[in-house]
C-alpha cells in the first residue's frame, strides 16, 4: 500500500516509520530542508521527550481533549517512547518534574534516530514540498498534489504538519485550510505555552531573574484561581516566563472573555516568594533576621531571605523607609513585608506573539477523527497526528508524548 505523510516532524516521522514498519511504502513529504527542525529546538535544544509517570500524570498534564488520547496513549505509553529510543542507542535520564531527556542533552540526536529508522524502513523523502490538495475518488483518498504541481498516487494520507507556532520550523498552519476544505471545523488558533506581557515596571527591573521553587497562580481580580502550578520561572523585559508561566497560558488563553478581562487589568500572576513557610514560620524567620541585623538599615538586612535584584522591588512594595533602622520597624510594617513575600502580584497585559508559542492550541475538531487510528470520520483514507490537532498539553513532555503517541496510531492502522 502506498502511504503519503506530510510534516517531517515528530509525528509525521514517527508515522513514517511505524507505517513502513507494517510493510508499506511509504513517501514524506517535507517543505523545508531538513526534518525535524522544531524537535531539535524542544526543551531549548535538550529534547524533553517524554515524562516519568503513569496514566493519571499524563491525564492531569493534558489541557484538553484528554478523553480523545486514552486509546493511543495505551497503545503507545510513556514507557514504549523510554524503550523505542533505548532501542535505537539513545540513553534517557529523568530530571525534576519527572522529564525525560536524552543523557546527551542533544535533541540533534533524536532527530537522526529518527532518520536512521526512515532510513532503514527505506521511507522516500521529499523535501523543499508541500500539500497542495488531495485528490479524492467517491469520498476516499486515491492521491496528493504537491506544491510543485507533481501528483502522487496513494491509498492513504497523514497530515502532520503542525500548528502555527514556530513558523520558522514550519509550522505555519497549513494543513488547517486542507482540513477545512474537506468538512472538519478548525477550532481557534491561539498561542499555548507562551510567555505573558507585563507592564509592570518592576518586570523590566528585574529581568534576567530566575526564581526557583516558588509558587504561582494565575487569577482574576475577584480572587477566582485560573492556574496553580509550583517551580521556576523568570522575568523578562516584556513580563514573565519560564515553566509555571509557559503552562499557566495556556489555561489563560482559554478563559472566556479574556483579552477584554487583561484590557481592564482583571488578570494577575501571584507569587509566594517562600512557599515552603507559612505565615508564622515566616515571621519568625524575619524576626531573626531583623535581631541580626538589628542595628543596620532596612536596605541591608534581606540579603539572608530574598535575592539581591529582589530586595529593592520589596522594599519598595513594602513602603518601609529603606534607610530606616531595623529595630524601629513595627509589627505592622512587618506584616506588610510578609504580605509582600507571599503574594507578589504582577498585572497580565496579554500573550507574547503566536510565533513564538512552543505549541498551538486548538485546530482540527477531533469529534470527526477515530481516535483508536487518526483516521477522519469524514474521508476515507485521510489520517491526523500531531499538533494539528486540538489537542495540547502543559510543560514537561507531554506534548511531544502526545506527538508520538497519535503518530504511531496513525502509521500503524495506515
Do not use: W
Not at 529523568?94 to 535533541?107: H, I, M, Q
Not at 514573565?240 to 481592564?264: A, M
Amino acid at each position: 500500500m502506498n502511504v503519503i505523510v506530510i510534516g517531517g516532524g515528530a509525528a509525521g516521522m514517527m508515522a513514517a516509520i511505524t507505517s513502513a514498519k507494517e510493510g508499506n511504502s511509504v513517501v514524506l513529504i517535507e517543505k523545508s530542508n531538513a526534518l525535524g527542525n522544531k524537535l531539535k529546538i524542544t526543551g531549548k535544544g535538550r529534547c524533553n521527550l517524554t515524562f516519568e509517570g503513569d496514566l493519571e500524570d499524563f491525564k492531569s498534564n493534558i489541557v484538553k481533549n484528554y478523553k480523545f488520547m486514552y486509546s493511543s496513549f495505551n497503545n503507545f505509553t510513556n514507557k514504549d517512547v523510554v524503550n523505542y529510543f533505548n532501542s535505537l542507542g539513545i540513553k534517557t535520564k529523568v530530571e525534576r518534574g519527572s522529564r525525560v531527556f536524552p543523557v546527551s542533552d542533544n535533541a540533534e540526536d533524536i532527530v537522526n534516530a529518527l532518520k536512521c529508522e526512515l532510513n532503514k524502513y527505506n521511507v522516500k523523502v521529499l523535501y523543499r514540498k508541500s500539500l497542495e490538495d488531495l485528490i479524492l475518488e467517491n469520498n476516499k483518498v486515491v492521491g496528493v498534489k504537491l506544491s510543485d504541481g507533481s501528483k502522487i498516487d496513494c491509498q492513504k494520507c497523514i497530515i502532520a504538519v503542525g500548528g502555527k507556532s514556530y513558523p520558522t520550523t514550519g509550522s505555519t498552519g497549513d494543513g488547517y485550510s486542507i482540513a477545512r476544505k474537506y468538512g472538519h471545523e478548525i477550532i481557534d488558533i491561539k498561542p499555548g505555552l507562551i510567555p505573558l506581557k507585563s507592564n509592570d515596571k518592576l518586570c523590566k527591573e528585574l529581568q534576567g531573574l530566575s526564581l526557583k521553587n516558588v509558587a504561582f497562580k494565575l487569577q482574576e481580580k475577584n480572587g477566582k484561581v485560573i492556574y496553580e502550578d509550583f517551580g521556576e520561572m523568570l522575568f523578562a523585559h516584556f513580563g514573565i516566563t519560564g515553566p509555571v508561566v509557559l503552562s499557566s497560558s495556556s489555561k489563560l488563553n482559554r478563559i472566556e472573555n479574556i483579552d477584554e478581562k487583561i484590557k481592564n487589568h482583571e488578570i494577575f500572576a501571584v507569587i509566594d516568594l517562600k512557599p515552603a513557610l507559612d505565615i508564622n514560620v515566616l515571621d519568625k524567620r524575619i524576626c531573626r533576621d531583623f535581631e541580626k541585623y538589628s542595628n543596620k538599615e532596612f536596605k541591608n538586612s534581606l540579603n539572608d531571605l530574598l535575592p539581591q535584584k529582589l530586595i529593592p522591588i520589596v522594599i519598595f512594595l513594602s513602603g518601609i523607609d529603606e534607610n530606616k533602622k531595623v529595630h524601629q520597624i513595627k509589627k505592622e510594617e512587618r506584616k506588610k513585608l510578609i504580605e509582600i513575600l507571599k503574594n507578589l502580584k504582577i498585572c497580565i497585559s496579554g500573550f507574547m506573539p503566536i510565533d513564538i508559542a512552543i505549541i498551538t492550541c486548538g485546530g482540527v475538531d477531533v469529534k470527526k477523527i477515530n481516535p483508536k487510528n487518526m483516521e477522519s470520520k469524514i474521508i476515507k483514507g485521510l489520517f491526523f497526528a500531531g499538533e494539528i490537532l486540538d489537542i495540547d498539553a502543559y510543560t514537561g513532555g507531554y506534548n511531544l508524548q502526545i506527538a508520538f503517541s497519535t503518530g504511531v496510531a496513525a502509521g500503524k492502522n495506515s
